[in-house]
């Protein structure tokens, strides 16, 4: 049993066993992420609340260590020399501390290498506007995202402005110049630093994590003046993106947000990441994408959001898809297995006969 290790030895051993995460806990075992799952590492021995503050101090800034004392949790992220980088979230729970810690790739990815959809690339296109990308943690989202910009860097002589917390990718300049600034280190809060974004002679805006009704004025307001801003929300598909956003305001103003998002809001990619099963792909995105038109600009007036997974299916020829297309193509495609698919569809039955040639009913033309 190995009891002489550190945070760092940790960390390191991710890329040997392919491990996205790692999660760490006083009293327990190391347990990595791997192909989704949480995979118990029982040659450590239980770390102790004590030791385990010990190694996860070791790696952390002064500031850092002052924020958790605080508040009790820090987010933050940190290099290893040779190695990678890493997000770090420091917690108590039950009165102990604990981490999770995910490895980012030491290359910024590309639409291709994360298997997105070819018609995600269309995000890259829109001159202003919003464009979210949601799931659930751990979904990739932020690599989502990491490879838009990093596009728009390659591609657009414009300069790009992201507020982040924590940075994660590094960014050099291409035919873009790219600002960074994490929250914290370069400016005290996010408040802070959405307050002075436009005087920063933005054309790209990256605003992370939509978290609350300040992020969403701001983006909406961006994208109303000729941005081009992208953000994250914790959704699970469209239709919920739009009820999360109406959530973070009183009942009396959604029309006027519904109004604005009609607008403004230019796609909204919701995505999952599957254990996959083709050799050399650990993980695959299912993924729902939807490109305003005006079919979907007049439910969300009309407040008829459970219509819009309808209309998404209604435009397949513009690249939009729902999760039940997206899961049948990467079952018959050969990344997931058909078992896989069926435990995240929303209705199995319907998937499972698609997948044996039984044709069913699409939803084309009028939506009513």
């Known amino acids: 049993m190995r009891d002489n290790f550190n945070l760092k030895d940790l960390l390191i051993s991710m890329e040997d066993l392919d491990a996205t995460d790692v999660h760490l806990q006083a009293g327990s075992v190391p347990a990595y992420r791997i192909k989704g799952d949480l995979e118990k590492q029982y040659e450590y021995g239980p770390i ?16 850092d260590k002052r924020t958790f004392d605080e508040k009790n949790t820090v987010d933050t992220a940190i290099s290893i020399p040779g190695v990678g980088r890493f997000r770090i979230s420091v917690f108590q729970q039950r009165g102990s501390i604990a981490l999770a810690a995910r490895r980012i790739s030491n290359q910024i990815p590309d ?13 890259v296109e829109f001159p202003s506007g919003l464009v979210l990308v949601t799931g659930p943690t751990g979904s990739g989202k932020s690599s989502t995202l990491a490879a838009v910009i990093n596009n728009i860097n390659k591609t657009r002589k414009c300069h790009i402005l992201c507020i982040e917390d924590p940075i994660e990718y590094m960014y050099k300049n291409e035919l873009a110049i790219v600002n960074q600034r994490e929250i914290g280190i370069d400016v005290p809060s996010f408040k802070e630093a959405l307050r002075y974004a436009v005087r920063q002679d933005p054309d790209v805006i990256l605003v992370g994590e939509i ?3 300040d992020t969403v004025e701001f983006a909406l307001q961006s994208a109303e003046t ?22 973070f305001f009183p009942h009396s103003e959604h029309p006027s947000i519904r109004r604005s998002l009609a607008a403004h809001l230019k796609s909204v990619v919701s995505q999952l990441l599957l254990p996959s099963c083709k050799e050399g792909i650990t993980l695959i995105p299912a993924t729902e994408i939807m490109f305003m038109n005006s079919t979907i600009s007049r439910i969300i007036l009309e407040e008829q959001d459970s219509k819009i997974v309808k209309a998404i299916r209604s435009a397949r020829t513009e690249g939009m898809q729902d999760f039940e297309l997206s899961l049948y193509n990467l079952v018959t495609d050969g990344f997931i297995t058909k078992e896989t698919a069926l435990e995240q569809a929303e209705n199995p ?12 009913s699409e939803e084309t033309g009028i939506i009513s």
């Open 211 to 213: 978290r609350d009704r």
């Open 226 to 247: 000729g941005h081009l801003v992208f953000g994250t929300l914790h959704s699970s598909n469209v239709s919920q993106t739009i009820s999360r956003i109406l959530n």
């Open 349 to 360: 039955q319907s998937l499972d006969m698609k997948l044996r040639g039984i044709s069913l």
């Open 48 to 63: 102790s609340d004590e030791r385990l503050r010990e190694i996860i101090f070791e790696l952390l800034t002064e500031r």
């Open 111 to 123: 639409f291709d290498t994360l298997h997105l959809p070819d018609a995600v690339k269309k995000i």
